[in-house]
């Protein structure tokens, strides 16, 4: 059996508490610098990093080596059987006490390692997969309509976005400035006022297809690698003048974070659930009522300046990551290693499960107490963090970690906006 399927975890040696979210049923991987700045492939395993970069042509000297260039570029690119093998070696390195002297010099505290974009992105696509969201936003700018656009519950609706402005978790984000009609109906300039959060997860592709080739549901994980929590900064004001007729353009293209550390599909195993049920019946190809399922228990949590404001479950996602892949490649178009997908924001049923602050503070009409203040939207200084466990293997909790972005002041007119800075150091 691949590890996908490993039953019970075996404890770590690494000095940790037991219910740790990144504990040896999670294992993801991300890129990191210390103070020589060479960026290296780790594995979070508790309070530390194994330095994969360093370890593996130590201890693996006979195995190809994909982890020296400090990016997952190439471990993404090597597939299935790759990921497997690479994740029963690094368990067992990690597990097994007789393993522990040679292991032990390659680990570092966490706190020790400023993590990098863990990958070149490639494209990026962001889809709207989320019914109660999509709903919300549809009784908010169309009264009177169907909330659900005719389209939606026969395909996951989603549109291009700008893959350079992906950036890993703790790089500031500028406050984005463009036009907006105002409530008179004139047409201005300036920073956004309405400067929004959207709460998702996101799909890292690993293996390339070529033009014409379609991936099916059932391929899913022959080309998916892992996950993580996605911050999809939405300018409000912008969005709202400039998407129709084509979609988000600038509103959206100023910045996406992404947190540092990649989960493994083959950790997520126990979180698979049943998406809920869809009416009408997909169409053939997005038709998943006869495959293994897609929907994941994924937990989030959303904090704004140390403040809860809510609790989404992916679980109540309509659309899966396996449709979203499967619809995104049925024109032909061909993947690269390095594609994301992010799934768009999840809102569940209930107002403490909406994963942005447009659909929390309904359009702005009802505040938000945070920090003993009020808030709609953003403002400069304001600090987003989004968190996410799942369920794990024997009552154990896998860790998504953390997606953190701080809205630095993007000036008015002529103000450069700051560049992101990739090495700022958090967890
Ligand atoms: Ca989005």
Aim: hydrophobic share 40%; proline share 9%.
């Amino acid at each position: 059996m691949p590890s996908h399927s490993i039953p019970r975890p075996a404890r770590s040696w690494v000095p940790m508490r037991q219910d740790h979210p990144f504990g040896i049923q999670t294992l993801p991987y991300g890129s990191f610098t210390r103070s020589d700045g060479r960026a290296r492939v780790g594995v979070a395993i508790g309070d530390h990093v194994l330095d994969l970069s360093a370890a593996w042509p130590a201890l693996a000297p006979a195995e190809e080596d994909l982890f020296s260039t400090g990016s997952l570029d190439r471990f993404l690119a090597a597939g299935p059987s790759s990921w497997d093998r690479v994740r029963s070696t690094v368990s067992r390195w990690l597990s097994d006490e007789r393993e522990r002297e040679h292991v032990h010099g390659f680990l570092l505290p966490a706190a020790e390692a400023a993590m990098l974009l863990p990958f070149t992105v490639a494209d990026y696509v962001d889809f709207y997969a989320s019914e109660h969201h999509a709903a919300n936003l549809g009784r908010m700018f169309r009264p009177g309509t169907d909330p659900l656009t005719a389209n939606w519950k026969h395909m996951p609706i989603g549109y291009h976005g700008r893959a350079g402005t992906v950036v890993v978790s703790g790089t500031p984000v500028p406050r984005p400035r463009g036009q907006r009609r105002t409530a008179e109906g004139a047409v201005t300039v300036g920073p956004s006022l309405r400067l929004d959060i959207e709460a998702e997860l996101g799909f890292v592709v690993g293996v390339p297809t070529t033009m014409g080739e379609q991936v099916s549901l059932s391929a899913f994980d022959q080309y998916v690698f892992g996950v993580c929590l996605v911050n999809d900064w939405s300018a409000r004001d912008i969005q709202a003048w400039e998407y129709v007729p084509l979609g988000p353009f600038l509103g959206k293209s100023f910045a996406t974070s992404v947190s540092p550390w990649i989960v493994p599909l083959a950790a997520l195993q126990e979180a698979r659930t049943a998406p809920p049920p869809r009416s009408p019946r997909p169409v053939a190809y997005l038709d998943d009522s006869g495959e293994a399922p897609w929907g994941l228990d994924v937990r989030l949590q959303v904090s704004v300046n140390g403040t809860k404001v809510s609790e989404p479950c992916f679980a109540d996602m309509y659309w899966t990551a396996a449709q979203q892949l499967a619809h995104m490649t049925f024109n032909g178009a061909s993947l690269r290693t390095g594609d994301l997908f992010a799934s768009g924001t999840i809102s569940g049923p209930t107002e403490q499960s909406r994963g942005s602050l447009i659909e929390l503070t309904w359009n702005g009409r009802e505040p938000l107490e945070i920090d003993g203040g009020r808030r709609t939207f953003l403002e400069d200084g304001d600090e987003v963090v989004i968190t996410a466990t799942a369920p794990g293997p024997a009552g154990t909790v896998v860790g998504l970690g953390e997606v953190r972005g701080r809205v630095a002041p993007g000036g008015g007119r002529g103000a450069a906006p700051r560049e992101p800075r990739h090495s700022e150091r958090q967890r």
